[in-house]
């Protein structure tokens, strides 16, 4: 027999349309819903409906006859509300299996009769979101609490789906997904069900978007979305209810460009009006429908709600003989999410892990816990993302604490905060229980914090296999059953058994594990811990290399442990450490973010001592560093012991800021230092006519020189937050002299929109922009960060703007500026778009951008060029010099290009000249 999945692969599949609103259309009594109704503002009966599955089954019948006739593919089951959650409210918690199994055999037996060799029919079994939410607080007084709990639910799933496999559906349909974390509780319960039963059936997902920001109702972001579901088995993904095809569109290219899955589509027939009907019609909704088949993004293609047979007969022409939507190559980098997706690319060079909400190594974040301070707490983990930490490491181990219940409350907690519900969180205990517990909570894909060899391959197996069932990655510590490793050797020997357990025992996608190969602590006294740091960074460039897809990470502060209370040299071997480790593989680690010492600051003399003992490269390295620190110690103590006259007299100036000004302005920025700010801008002023040239002099080769160091890793992301800070800072201060010399004259240069585009929230480099360009007499129309590209073209149209201004900082936006300028052209804007950000290029431009859109795109290498350029592009006959020659200039950037992919070598050819290369080179 023919499966869904073959015959996907084939052609676009039809699904039916709406079922509640089809009911709605029979004559039904009230005791066909057995008392269970309400009567709506149009008199219309409206109640329990799946309970007709038992009382008129002859209607459900029907319904499904009349999609059949029309033509579907893939009919569904009257089942979304068929589980003890929604049927409590109806009293029929204990007929939720014979109702759902109804359901399914109604279908069955309808799709059975109308299916052909040349048309199979298929029944998608339909899985509600149920009127409850595993991720939101019903209390807002009390962001901790739950109407409903990830057992309870999955409880009620079990039950629903084990009935609709035996009344033999073809599919699982989990729709109308408006809380991720309901949804992964549907594919958990779908999976033992059908591990069961020994069968394997499709599983769809569908979520609905609650606003055109594109997320979902508990706040994630589609894209955030697909990285919580990627470690499932998800035959297709797609949108239904909540918008019509005119709304829906813009989000399900972005579902098309991103899911590696097939993609489904059944939106209502528009939105509804001001009588809760639905205005479209299936003359008028096949145009928009057959946009998005035309389009190339969908597999599955149906109607929500208002639609009814008539909408399925119109969408059977529309997909004969259309290509279906090829699914997107799966991302080749890890992603996590909260509601906000990370992605860790090349470009992200490393995750930052915050350290301070875990009790066993803040004293503070310990006693906020025990005194039940819990928005104190909070605050901790908020000021952890506000300092550049990318994921939210959360421990609750102490014998004085009841782990599970604080892990519970806590993460129930930042899960309504959204600033930090953007990060993934990283779930930390030595307790099994603990971890599942927490797993329970989230919605975005985490991390689990950690497992080990040390209990024997039985015990790590079944935790591994707790961890894919929850859909997170996970942390595996380099212990087994002889103990820690500690040498390169065991570091090497524990991490290549763990992978291979993880990838061919248990099925682990490889992006999602992370190997901890134990950051020891160094110049210790004792001469076997010399190699240690050495031993770590070599066994993370060994598993980089061995084991593909593997992250490294580690606990850094353990490595200075022996120099507690000398922050200065604790700090300075950490960036010693990371500047070397994160070069040969390490990516991920638990770290302060708020660390102050930069490997670029550390003096010459300074650097070799330890970077002797990080590196173990003599014997005797950890006397030396031992001395040092004790020097430094006795300095501080003296500084500590003098008088304040003395102290005032004798305090050394710190070397950076015995420069001139716009020496120490560039340095302010680089360090994140804004003590010095006022003072040194106020010096500034009086040497430059204009306060914007502070602005595009000596802060812009501040932030550029902090761009270099970030790129060549002596910078971290947490550093660069803070220089971001300070040129904020610096702004501020110089705005007053900015506005007071704008002047009095109300001519505007024109009218530009800036954005930093969906899936990106820094904004600094848009925010000089803005400063920038305003002094130069621009209106600016700033539309902030994470902007959808629909909505940055509909704001456009509205204000007249004369050219738009796109940012970005990671390399996922370079995606999304291409779909902004798709998005324009469809549009059929042409005004100028100009591109800037850390990780755009010229050659990005030329490739990807401009060849898609009909009006000039310009890259903007800094922010101090875009009012010189935006003058060039509103003049018309500067702006006919400037398309023509970048015409002409992003041509031969193509052509460039092209010739040199075609003299890549194959891999084996350039090994084999890899000699004869260097050998021309020096010569």
């Not at 001001?274 to 946009?291: C, N, Q």
């Not at 301070?356 to 000021?383: H, P």
Request: charged share 25%.
């Amino acid at each position: 027999m023919t499966t869904l999945k073959e015959i996907a692969k084939q052609r676009i599949l039809v699904l039916d349309g709406a079922m509640g609103t089809m009911i709605q259309k029979y004559e039904l009594t009230e005791q066909d819903f057995r008392g269970n109704i309400y009567t709506n503002q149009r008199g219309q009966m409206r109640g329990n409906n799946d309970i007709l599955c038992l009382t008129r089954p002859d209607v459900i019948e029907d319904i499904h006859k009349k999609y059949l006739i029309a033509g579907a593919d893939i009919i569904t089951t009257n089942t979304f509300n068929a589980q003890r959650i929604s049927q409590a409210d109806y009293h029929m918690e204990d007929r939720c299996h014979e109702v759902a199994l109804a359901g399914a055999r109604i279908a069955r037996r309808m799709a059975d009769e109308f299916s052909t060799p040349d048309k199979p029919r298929f029944v998608a079994g339909s899985v509600g979101p149920t009127n409850k939410t595993c991720s939101m607080s019903p209390d807002v007084s009390n962001p901790a609490a739950r109407e409903l709990t990830y057992p309870q639910l999955y409880d009620a799933y079990v039950e629903q789906m084990d009935a609709l496999v035996e009344g033999g559906v073809d599919a699982i349909l989990i729709e109308t997904v408006f809380d991720t974390q309901n949804a992964k509780v549907a594919i958990d319960a779908a999976m033992a069900v059908m591990t069961q039963r020994n069968i394997e059936l499709p599983i769809m997902v569908s979520a609905t978007v609650s606003d055109l920001a594109g997320r979902t109702l508990s706040g994630q972001t589609l894209e955030a979305f697909l990285a919580s579901i990627s470690s499932y088995p998800i035959f297709s993904v797609g949108l239904n209810c909540s918008f019509g095809a005119d709304q829906m569109i813009g989000f399900l290219r972005q579902l098309a460009r991103r899911a590696p899955y097939y993609i489904s589509a059944y939106p209502n027939a528009g939105l509804p009006n001001s009588m809760g009907l639905y205005d479209e019609t299936p003359e008028s909704m096949a145009p928009k429908i057959g946009a998005m088949i035309d389009e190339g993004l969908v597999n599955i293609i149906g109607g929500c709600c208002g639609t009814d047979e008539h909408f399925i007969a119109e969408y059977l022409p529309l997909v004969a003989g259309k290509t279906p939507h090829r699914p997107a190559e799966a991302s080749p980098y890890m992603q996590l999410s909260g509601i906000e997706l990370l992605e860790v690319t090349p470009e992200v060079h490393f995750v930052n892990v915050g350290e301070r909400c875990n009790v066993a190594g803040s004293r503070k974040f310990l006693r906020l816990i025990k005194e039940k301070q819990y928005d104190e707490a909070v605050a901790i983990a908020r000021k952890q993302v506000e300092d550049g930490a990318l994921v939210i490491d959360v421990n609750m181990d102490d014998g004085l604490l009841d782990a599970k219940s604080e892990m519970v409350n806590f993460l129930n907690r930042i899960a309504s905060e959204p600033d930090i519900a953007a990060v993934p969180v990283m779930i930390d205990s030595s307790d099994w229980q603990v971890i599942t517990a927490g797993l329970q909570c989230v919605q975005g894909k985490s991390i689990v914090n950690s497992i080990s060899l040390k209990e024997g391959e039985e015990v790590f197996i079944r935790h591994a296999q707790d961890v894919k069932r929850y859909g997170a990655a996970v942390v595996v510590m380099c212990f087994d059953e002889q103990g820690q490793a500690t040498s390169f050797e065991r570091r090497i020997e524990i991490a290549e058994r763990s992978y291979r357990i993880l990838t061919e025992r248990v099925g682990f996608n490889p992006l999602d594990i992370i190997f901890d190969p134990n950051i020891l602590a160094v110049a210790t006294g004792m001469e076997e811990h010399d190699s240690y740091a050495l031993d770590f960074i070599r066994a993370a460039e060994w598993i980089r290399k061995n084991l593909p897809g593997a992250h490294v990470s580690g606990g850094v502060s353990n490595l200075s442990f022996s120099f507690r209370g000398n922050n200065y040299i604790r700090e300075a071997m950490h960036a010693v450490f990371l500047y070397h480790a994160i070069q040969r593989g390490m990516d991920f680690g638990i770290v302060n973010p708020a660390t102050k010492v930069l490997y670029s600051d550390i003096p010459a003399d300074e650097l070799k001592v330890i970077e002797d003992v990080i590196l173990h490269r003599h014997a005797g390295a950890a006397d030396e560093l031992t001395q040092l620190a004790n020097k430094l110690l006795e300095q501080q103590q003296a500084l500590k012991a003098q008088t304040p006259a003395d102290a005032a007299t004798n305090q050394r100036k710190e070397q950076w800021r015995e420069g001139n000004v716009e020496s120490r302005l560039q340095q302010a920025l680089i360090k994140g230092v804004g003590d010095y700010l006022a003072s040194d801008l106020e010096e500034a002023l009086q040497q430059y006519a204009r306060a914007v040239e502070i602005i595009e002099g000596p802060l812009m080769a501040g932030m550029n020189e902090v761009g270099r160091l970030f790129g060549q890793g002596k910078m971290f992301l947490p550093q660069v937050v803070k220089t971001a800070r300070t040129m904020k800072q610096a702004v501020q201060i110089l705005q007053p002299y900015i506005e007071q010399q704008k002047g009095d004259s109300d001519r505007k240069a024109g009218k530009v929109l800036l954005a930093t585009v969906k899936g990106d929230v820094h904004d600094i480099g848009k925010n000089i922009v803005a400063v920038v360009m305003a002094c130069n007499g621009y209106d600016i129309v700033d539309m902030g960060v994470m902007v959808p590209a629909e909505q940055i073209v509909a704001k456009a149209i509205e204000e007249g703007v004369d050219m738009i201004g796109l940012s970005g900082l990671i390399t996922p936006s370079l995606e999304e500026m291409v779909n902004v300028a798709r998005e324009m052209q469809r549009a059929g804007l042409h005004i100028p778009i100009m591109i800037g950000g850390a990780t755009t290029s010229e050659l990005h431009v030329a490739l990807k951008i401009a060849p898609v859109y009909g009006g000039p795109v310009v890259w903007m290498k800094d922010a101090s060029q875009n009012a010189t350029v935006a003058a060039r592009l509103m003049s018309e006959t500067e702006k006919t010099q400037i398309v023509n020659g970048l015409d002409e200039r992003y041509q031969h950037l193509r052509d460039d290009y092209q010739q040199q992919q075609q003299q890549l070598l194959s891999l084996d050819e350039a090994r084999s000249q890899k000699k004869d290369f260097f050998n021309d080179t020096a010569q």
